[in-house]
């Protein structure tokens, strides 16, 4: 499964435990021969890998894609939900449910049985431009966030830029270990479906704790931009950031591995600052003087 | 007044102390690489196919090989302290040299070892000289490394013996290990040779930084006592860490849906992977132990092995079909909790240590929690094989264990806190 997919796997798992699935059956990666009854009683999800229902076979639905691909050649008893990755239904395919496709890459040959079908795309073909407008929503959104929190917490993001600039691979480390460790757990929480709550609330927090990084991030960039007050320089700092993560996410491999990097130090330097309530001094070894 | 690092030395030129690491690194780098290779796997596979014993007479050979490496440490590093060696670096130079070309020629003999008898001379022969030489190895830190640089230098060292094993060599028979790893040594066997015989003066010039760099981290401004409860506390922690790793080790390497994406992946990107894995976990794990103290290291070690395990499991019960291959997620999680605490291992002990003790500290922190572990991890593997416990029973066990450890070690800490608190406010 890669990264990237992880959100679409949380919302497979949402809709499946909505839709009364008390239980999942999760594919992460590999070839998968689905089988007659070779299945758990709950609904499959496809979050990696390539995964077969092969003619003549029957399985339960309901069957979310999230990532990798489904190919269906025998038969589906419920409904199929492509969210991302890949979904295709052979001749002797049939699915007696609903097909829904809100994201994924959907093929049906002319021969295959579909009871119902609904196409909700979630991220319609925007025009030219758009994308402009959205990075600059985002930096405003940020330059707002940074103005009010430098305001009112100038010392919690003093602390926090503090830790990213001055031991920024101890705050790279930390921030990149507990992000891909958060992340692991809270995918693995997510997949009892009972912890599913938590799960969502702990990637929220996530979220929110990089956020609130890249805001101390700012403040020290801020800073050092010129004589603000401690409000002006967090939202110009923030604003100056998060258009470098946009112009970074543009570059293939090597930017978005930067922009990880970036967002890894400010997450770091906020956790190693307890959320920028103490200031991060590192273990020094004592002299025997 | 700063602490000396390897910076301080560059700056002043002082290349032959630069040089000193770097060969500390290569020695402990190359013994680790032979233990995880040619004793760890090798040794399994001369007993079991160039030998013929049964699968469960060569763990139990294997489990006694350990338990004579631990004796032999054990008298080992006592003695050389006891002789007042333990920070004389022409001594342990010379004992290492003694070591190396011993192990050199048991590697050379290992492919002509044919039946039961020699196969269990040649390991304990071979137990005897890992045995010797590992607190030997580890006291070397305490002459050559500087202490602010322990953490990086545990962490290249850990980095380069695992990237090694994983990726390279291609076949886990004894013949291509001792194929590999003879004229490998061979200049190493020469070079020990030369520095033994104490005529090129480089040991005493190395010798002249042994002030600065023998008092250990956690042994400023006090000494910290072979008696004490903060040396065996961290035995008994990294024991667990040990003993989790080598029980759930031991099941992985036989579940063949496993063996796909682990180090004997016939797929060279998947050892690479793992191989790259280790660098990067073990660079961040040098990054932490510089950074930030012992407890917070074992929780981190115990966490990623709770969650290491906790994927294992979990992959075994939602797996419905044989032929899924399991994520590369679950070895990359198992190789960084491996890498951090092997980086743990390699610095904690010299940092525990001062030269009257760095022998001792090695020989009972590695020989306990390392070998120790390892002797009864296996001999319990074997108890549950035998019982016929299932793969998903066996790693739910090991899972609650590191469950127990992570757990265990926070509320410890915590409780700690609070009897500290409660004596200041009193």
């Not at chain 2, 294992?312 to 994520?327: E, I, K, M, Q, V």
């Not at chain 2, 001792?360 to 416990?389: C, D, K, M, N, R």
Request: charged letters at 10%.
């Amino acid at each position: 499964m890669r990264p990237e997919a992880v959100p679409f796997v949380i919302v497979a798992l949402l809709l499946a435990s909505s839709g009364g699935a008390g239980s999942a059956d999760v594919v992460l990666a590999g070839d998968r021969v689905v089988t007659e009854g070779g299945g758990s009683a709950g609904a499959l999800i496809v979050a990696g890998g390539n995964v077969t229902v092969p003619a003549g076979t029957t399985i339960q639905g309901p069957v979310y894609v999230a990532d990798g691909s489904l190919s269906v050649a025998g038969r589906v008893d419920g409904d199929v939900v492509a969210l991302a990755g890949g979904l295709s239904v052979a001749d002797t395919g049939a699915i007696l449910g609903t097909l829904e496709n809100y994201g994924g890459s959907v093929s049906v040959a002319p021969g295959a049985t579909i009871a119902d079908r609904a196409e909700t795309p979630v991220l319609p073909d925007r025009p030219p431009g758009s994308s402009l407008g959205f990075a600059l929503l985002e930096a405003i959104i940020a330059g707002l966030a940074g103005f009010l929190v430098g305001r009112r917490f100038p010392g919690l993001l003093r602390n926090v830029g503090g830790a990213a600039t001055e031991h920024p691979v101890v705050s790279t480390t930390v921030g990149g270990l507990v992000g891909v460790t958060a992340l692991a757990v809270g995918v693995f929480m997510a997949f009892t479906l009972i912890l599913l709550p938590v799960a969502a609330l702990a990637f929220l927090a996530t979220l929110l704790v990089a956020g609130y990084g890249v805001l101390g991030l700012g403040y020290a960039l801020g800073d050092r931009m010129g004589r603000f007050s401690p409000g002006r320089a967090t939202a110009i700092g923030s604003v100056a950031v998060v258009l470098v993560l946009r112009v970074l996410a543009l570059i293939p491999f090597v930017g978005a591995v930067a922009a990880l990097t970036v967002v890894s130090i400010g997450f770091g330097g906020a956790l190693v600052t307890y959320l920028g309530t103490t200031h991060f001094e590192p273990a020094r070894v004592p002299s025997l003087e | 007044m700063t602490v000396t690092d390897i910076r301080d030395h560059a700056r002043a030129g002082r290349w032959d102390a630069v040089l000193g690491v770097l060969g500390f690194i290569a020695v402990l780098a190359a013994g680790y690489y032979y233990n995880l290779t040619f004793v760890q796997l090798g040794l399994i596979d001369l007993g079991t196919r160039v030998v013929g014993l049964p699968g469960t007479t060569v763990s139990l050979a294997m489990a006694g090989f350990a338990l004579a490496a631990f004796a032999a440490a054990v008298v080992a590093g006592v003695s050389l302290d006891r002789r007042g060696l333990g920070g004389d670096l022409t001594a342990k130079v010379r004992v290492l040299a003694l070591v190396v070309g011993t192990q050199w020629l048991l590697t050379i003999l290992a492919p002509f070892v044919a039946t039961p008898n020699t196969y269990v001379a040649w390991l304990l022969a071979c137990a005897l000289a890992i045995g010797v030489g590992m607190p030997v190895t580890f006291a070397l830190a305490v002459d050559l490394v500087p202490v602010p640089d322990r953490g990086l230098v545990a962490a290249v060292a850990t980095a380069v013996a695992f990237f090694m094993a994983a990726v390279y060599p291609m076949n886990w028979r004894v013949e291509e290990f001792a194929g590999v790893l003879v004229p490998a040594m061979a200049p190493g066997v020469l070079l020990f040779a030369v520095l033994a015989s104490g005529r090129t003066g480089v040991l005493e010039r190395l010798s002249r930084y042994g002030g600065e760099h023998s008092i250990g981290r956690f042994c400023r401004p006090e000494p910290v006592r072979t008696g004490s409860w903060g040396f065996w506390v961290l035995v008994v922690l990294m024991f667990g860490a040990f003993f989790v790793d080598s029980l759930g080790f031991l099941r992985i390497v036989e579940t063949p849906v496993f063996v796909l994406t682990s180090w004997q992946s016939p797929d060279v990107g998947v050892r690479v992977f793992i191989g790259g894995t280790h660098v990067v976990a073990a660079l961040a794990a040098g990054v932490l132990y510089r950074s930030f103290g012992r407890r917070a290291l074992f929780l981190w070690v115990f966490g990623m092995f709770a969650f290491t395990h906790l994927l294992y499991t979990f992959d075994l019960r939602t797996a419905t079909d044989a032929s899924g291959t399991p994520p590369l997620l679950l070895p990359a999680a198992y190789a960084t909790a491996v890498s951090f605490y092997t980086t743990l291992n390699f610095a904690i002990w010299p940092d525990l240590s001062t030269p009257r003790t760095a022998c001792t500290h090695a020989a009972l922190g590695v020989g306990i929690a390392g070998w120790l572990a390892t002797f009864l991890s296996t001999s319990l593997a074997l108890y549950l094989s035998a019982a016929e416990v299932t793969v998903l029973s066996h790693l739910t066990l090991v899972n609650a264990l590191t469950l127990l450890l992570f757990v265990g070690l926070g509320v410890a800490l915590y409780l700690k806190r609070v009897v500290h608190h409660g004596r200041a406010a009193a």
